[in-house]
C-alpha cells in the first residue's frame, strides 16, 4: 500500500481566462501556466487569438485523427516553421510531404530495436561516468546533471564523441535558444521582428548561433561515409538523394534537429522521474532494488526488461510531466474534431500536459500511480490518450532510444545513490518548448 502523492501543478481557475491575458506576465513565459479547470473536462476548446483560430483537442480520437486516421490532412504550422527554422531549418522535425518522407527513410534504421540495443552500453558509460564525479554526494542539481548526462549520450553516439557537443557553453547556449523559442512564438503571433528585442530574446540568438556555427564546423569536417557514425551515414545518404546544396543544408538541419530533440527530452524525463522518487522515498527504495538486482545480473543488453517497475514509474512521470508539453498541427481542408468544424489554415494543438491529466481519461488524475501501467491496465487505455511521444506516421522517432537511454541511466543512479528533497518549496513547472522545474532541481544525494 502506497500513500496518494499528488505532485503540485500550476492554480487551475473556474473559467477560461480571456486570449489577451495570454500575452503578459506568466501566462506568457509559462505554457502550462493558467489553464482553466475546465479545460481538463472538456473536449474542445476554440480560441481566437488575434486572427489564428487555434483549436486545443483533448478526445483521444480527435488525437488519432489528427496523427494517424486522417494525418494527411495536417501539416507542421507555417508558424512554428518560421519560429524554429533558425534552430532546425527544414531538418525531421519540421518537414513535410516528400521532404519528411524521404529524411525519416534515411533515418529509421538508425533508430529500430537491434540499432537502439546495441547503445545501451553507451548509455550506461555515459550514466557512471557523470556519477565518478559526485563524490561523496551532497547536493546537486539533477536538472543540470541530467542535461549533462543526455547531451553526453547524443555526442557519443551520433556525432562520434565530439568534445564540443558536451561543453557547459554548449548547455546554457541550448537552454537560453530554447527558453527564446517559446518567446519568438508569441512575437510571432503578434507580428513582432523574430528576435532580439529583449534580453532573453538575444541570449536565445547567440545561443542558436552557436548551435549552428559549432554544427556546420562538425558537418563541413566529413565528407560522409556509409560505414561511419550517424553524421557520416545521415551526410552520405542525403548527398545520394539531393543534389549538393540541398544536401548540405538539410545535413546541417538533421545535426541541429537530432543534437536538439536528442537530449533535451530525455534530461527532461530523468529529471521529474527523479523529483517524483526523492519525494516518494519507499518507491525510490523499491525502484533501487530492482535496479541493483537487474545490474547484478551482468548482463546490459538485457538490462531494460528488468526493469518492469522503473518502467512503470518513468512512464507514469511522463504522464504527468510529459517533457514535450504541447505540440502543432495546421489543417489543409475541412475536417470535424470532437464535432468541431476545421477549416483550413486553422491550429490544431495536442496538449500531452492536457490529455494526460485530464478528468474524464484518468482516475485521480493529478496523483502519482505507477501501476496505470501495469500490463493489463494498460491495454485497456486507449492509444492516443497518452502520448509523450506523439502518435501516428510522425511518432517521435527516438521514442525507444530515449526509453532504453532514461532506464539505463536511472538504473545506474537509483543503485548507488539516494535522492532527497533539500528545500521545503514545492517544484515549479515551467513550459517552453518542454517542461522543467524552475531553478533547476537541486536534491541532496547520499551513497547507497
Ligand atoms: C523522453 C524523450 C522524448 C520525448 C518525450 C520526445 C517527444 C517527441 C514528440 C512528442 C514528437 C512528435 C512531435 C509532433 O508530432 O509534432 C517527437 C518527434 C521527434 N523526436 Fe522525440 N522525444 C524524445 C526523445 C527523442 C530522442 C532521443 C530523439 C533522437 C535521438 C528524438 C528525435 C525526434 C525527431 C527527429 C522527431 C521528429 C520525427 C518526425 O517528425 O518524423 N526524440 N518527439
Redo the contacts with the bound molecule.
Keep these: 500500500m502506497t500513500t496518494r502523492f499528488v505532485p503540485p501543478h500550476p492554480p487551475r481557475g473556474p473559467a477560461p481566462v480571456p486570449v489577451w491575458r495570454g500575452f503578459f506576465g506568466e501566462r506568457a513565459r509559462n505554457a502550462v501556466y493558467g489553464w482553466s479547470a475546465p479545460m481538463f473536462e472538456n473536449w474542445h476548446i476554440r480560441r481566437n487569438i488575434l486572427g489564428i483560430v487555434v483549436h486545443v483537442v483533448t478526445h483521444p480520437d480527435a488525437v488519432q485523427r489528427v496523427l494517424q486516421a486522417n494525418a494527411a490532412n495536417y501539416a507542421k504550422p507555417d508558424i512554428v516553421k518560421r519560429v524554429i527554422a533558425p534552430m532546425i531549418g527544414r531538418g ?2 519540421s518537414s513535410d510531404g516528400e521532404l ?1 518522407r524521404e529524411q ?1 527513410r534515411i533515418v529509421a534504421a538508425n533508430f529500430a530495436p537491434p540499432a537502439v540495443d546495441a547503445l545501451v552500453p553507451d548509455f550506461a558509460r555515459a550514466a557512471t561516468a557523470r556519477m565518478a564525479a559526485w563524490g561523496d554526494g551532497g547536493v546537486r542539481d539533477m536538472a543540470a546533471e541530467s542535461t549533462a548526462t543526455t547531451m553526453s549520450v ?1 555526442a557519443d553516439t551520433l556525432f562520434g564523441g565530439d568534445p564540443r557537443l558536451k561543453t557547459d557553453a554548449a548547455m546554457a547556449h541550448i537552454a537560453a535558444a530554447l527558453k527564446a523559442a517559446a518567446e519568438a512564438r508569441l512575437s510571432a503571433v503578434l507580428r513582432l521582428p523574430p528576435l532580439g528585442w529583449n534580453p532573453t530574446m538575444r541570449a536565445g540568438q547567440r545561443g542558436q548561433a552557436f548551435l549552428r556555427s559549432t554544427l556546420a564546423e562538425l558537418v563541413e569536417e566529413r565528407p560522409g561515409r556509409s560505414d561511419g557514425d550517424f553524421l557520416d551515414r545521415l551526410i552520405f545518404a542525403l548527398h545520394d538523394r539531393f543534389g549538393e546544396e540541398e544536401a548540405a543544408a538539410l545535413a546541417l538541419d538533421n545535426a541541429a ?2 543534437y536538439l ?2 537530449h533535451e ?2 534530461a527532461n ?1 530523468l529529471t521529474w522521474t527523479i523529483y517524483l522518487l526523492s519525494e516518494q522515498p519507499d518507491l525510490q527504495d523499491q525502484a533501487a532494488e530492482e535496479a541493483r538486482s537487474a545490474l547484478s545480473v551482468g548482463d546490459e543488453a538485457g538490462l531494460i526488461e528488468e526493469l518492469p517497475l522503473l518502467r512503470r514509474i518513468l512512464e507514469e512521470s ?1 504522464r504527468l510531466y ?3 508539453p504541447r ?1 502543432d498541427r495546421q489543417a489543409l481542408s475541412l475536417d470535424t474534431l470532437a464535432g468541431a468544424s476545421i477549416s483550413p489554415g486553422d491550429i490544431v494543438s495536442i496538449w500531452p500536459w492536457i490529455i494526460h491529466r485530464h478528468k474524464k481519461l484518468w482516475d485521480d488524475a493529478d496523483a502519482f500511480d505507477a501501476d496505470r501501467f501495469l500490463p493489463e491496465r494498460k491495454a485497456a487505455l486507449h492509444r492516443f490518450q497518452y502520448v ?3 502518435g501516428g506516421p ?1 511518432v ?4 525507444r ?2 526509453t532504453s537511454e ?1 532506464l539505463t541511466i536511472l538504473a545506474h543512479w537509483l543503485a548507488a545513490w539516494r535522492f532527497e528533497r533539500v528545500h521545503a518549496r514545492p517544484v515549479r513547472v515551467i513550459g517552453t518548448v518542454t517542461l522543467r522545474p524552475e531553478g533547476g532541481l537541486p536534491l541532496r544525494l547520499s551513497r547507497r
Excluded: H, K, N, Y
Excluded at 517521435?396 to 521514442?399: P, Q, Y
Design positions: 525531421l522535425l519528411w525519416r547524443i534537429t537530432f530533440a536528442g527530452t530525455t524525463a511522463m510529459p517533457p514535450v505540440f509523450p511521444f506523439g510522425r517521435c522517432v527516438g521514442a532510444f530515449a532514461a
